[in-house]
């Protein structure tokens, strides 16, 4: 005997499936379809997911770097990641400062872009289903944030083409998170390799063209 009602257990239920809530793409759906809102912020998302709003929130802050953008967007779009991600690493529950919850856009300008957006994320979800839980429940989730905060750092800095690898990275780490896929928490860490390479070199030509600059310059 559990001591509850058959009702108490349909509202805990509920509450349940509440936090849980549904796939991204459903969500950011349900969300754009809703007239009643104005504007959508960051922070309506974020309570919207859940206890899933890691995964969806890393996602939605790096799917932005994966095209060539103007200068100074991945610094503003990395900043939230660094955060979120060593939140992850340590265990936290995830939470945002008020001047990034409360970023918003029309609901109309916001259903537009989820237009467009949806149908390939709900074709990627289905893609997906939990496997390997090993690799997305903690103390793995822990590393992953920390690769994570590693790949936000790398996607902040002013690299040229920088950013595009490490923010495939994380997409696929935040899918794993997202759908509990350690699949893709395997693909993830793949792409995060080759980022780290790709990455690293590109600053070792920049520095050394750097060196042979000013090398040429003062001899």
């Not at 660094?82 to 936290?92: I, K, R, S």
């Not at 237009?115 to 793995?140: I, K, N």
């Not at 759908?179 to 600053?203: K, Y």
Request: overall charge positive; glycine content about 10%; aromatic content about 8%.
């Amino acid at each position: 005997m559990t001591g509850e009602s058959e009702a108490d257990q349909e509202r805990h239920g509920a509450g349940r499936s509440r936090r849980h809530g549904g796939r991204l793409s459903e969500i950011l759906s349900g969300l754009a379809a809703d007239e009643g809102r104005l504007r959508i912020s960051v922070a309506d998302i974020f309570q919207a997911m859940g206890d899933r709003a890691f995964g969806a929130l890393i996602l939605i802050f790096a799917l932005p770097n994966i095209v060539p953008t103007p200068p100074g967007t991945s610094a503003l779009t990395g900043t939230p990641l660094v955060f979120l991600a060593a939140q992850l690493m340590l265990g936290q529950k995830p939470w945002l400062p008020r001047i990034i919850a409360d970023r918003s856009m029309t609901r109309q300008d916001f259903a537009s872009i989820v237009t467009r957006v949806t149908p390939w994320l709900a074709r990627a979800e289905r893609m997906l289903r939990p496997r390997l839980g090993f690799l997305v429940y903690p103390p793995a989730e822990y590393l992953i944030g920390f690769v994570c905060l590693v790949l936000a750092v790398v996607l902040a800095l002013p690299v040229p083409l920088g950013n595009i690898l490490p923010a495939i990275a994380i997409c696929f780490f935040s899918f794993g998170i997202l759908e509990r896929d350690g699949i893709c928490v395997l693909i993830g860490t793949v792409v995060a390799g080759i980022a780290g390479v790709v990455v690293a070199g590109v600053v070792y030509a920049l520095v050394k063209g750097f060196l042979l600059l000013v090398q040429a310059t003062l001899f």
